[in-house]
């Protein structure tokens, strides 16, 4: 179903199910799949594709070129995943050619009102951005992950799975998984250990994680050394290991992000756990 007030181009691809709503506009290179719902004013162009069951609110954006003074209109895209929400006022920009030329958004994500997904970002399953949530170019985030309102991640930075960013934190530096940041600028403060139980991961996790981040970020000493004692300390703990291996993978265009009070990750309700 499409009214009649909008306008879809010649050879833009509208698959079974999908209704658009009053004054969309969507470009000729654009994608829908099935059962995607256009609600009003929805403005989608590039080389985009929406998954099946997508729904976008009114005045939301996606595939407009990106803000970025080296792009010259070349044939770039945006990839979109099936379920997701994208809510009013939301922009996600395509990608560039000095990145990986496409920007995409994973199944099953929730992107509050206003929030931004900058050019070439890669953000996985299941991440939710909260009201006004900026996202630069080339920022990566884990699955599962949730930002809170009005939080700006600097270019470049990587975020790992399960992590949570506070409110209106600053983040310009690179956040393992299952960490919990906050402030401006942001600081680790401790793990995402909330979070993680909701997620059904079980006190042992817990307990294995919090040993080895007070190892890495609260003891004393030569950091690579302790990155050392960490994988002889938690061989075998996967989860452990992702940690390590996030760290092992920066790439030194970002840091890692400092540590802060680590009150939060030894609250006695925590320690229940």
């Known amino acids: 179903m499409i009214h009649a007030s909008s306008v879809v181009a010649p050879g ?3 698959g079974a199910g999908c209704r658009i709503g ?3 506009t969507v470009g000729p290179d654009v994608v829908l799949e099935e059962g995607v719902e256009l609600l009003s004013h929805v403005v989608i162009e590039g080389r985009t594709r929406i998954g099946a069951g997508s729904r976008l609110s009114a005045f939301a ?3 407009l070129a990106p803000q970025d003074l080296k792009y010259k209109g070349e044939p770039t895209g945006v990839v979109v995943g099936a379920r997701c929400q994208i809510r009013e006022h939301v922009t996600i920009h395509r990608g560039s050619v000095g990145g990986e030329g496409i920007t995409r958004v994973g199944d099953d994500c929730l992107l509050m ?3 931004h ?3 070439d970002c890669q953000v996985a399953d299941r991440v939710i951005l909260a009201n006004n949530v900026m996202l630069g170019g080339h920022v990566r985030v884990g699955e599962q992950c949730f930002l809170g309102g009005g939080a700006a ?3 470049m930075v990587r975020v790992g799975r399960h992590a949570m960013v506070g ?3 600053g983040v310009t530096n690179d956040v393992p998984p299952f960490a919990n940041v906050f402030g401006l600028p942001a600081r680790l403060v401790g793990l995402n250990a909330v979070g993680l139980r909701r997620r059904g991961f079980s006190r042992d996790n817990l307990h294995a994680l919090r040993a080895a981040f007070r190892l890495l970020f609260r003891e004393p000493g030569i950091f690579a050394e302790r990155m050392e004692m960490a994988a002889q300390r938690f061989a075998g703990d996967a989860l452990v290991e992702e940690v390590l291996s996030f760290l092992q993978a920066r790439d030194r265009r970002r840091e890692l992000i400092r540590p802060g009070r680590m009150a939060a990750e030894i609250a006695p309700e925590e320690e229940e756990a």
């Open 12 to 14: 833009a691809v509208i």
């Open 167 to 169: 409110g209106l934190a």
């Open 22 to 24: 009053p004054f969309c």
């Open 117 to 119: 997904v900058g050019h």
């Open 113 to 115: 009102a206003c929030s």
């Open 61 to 63: 954006s996606v595939g």
């Open 153 to 155: 991640v600097h270019q």
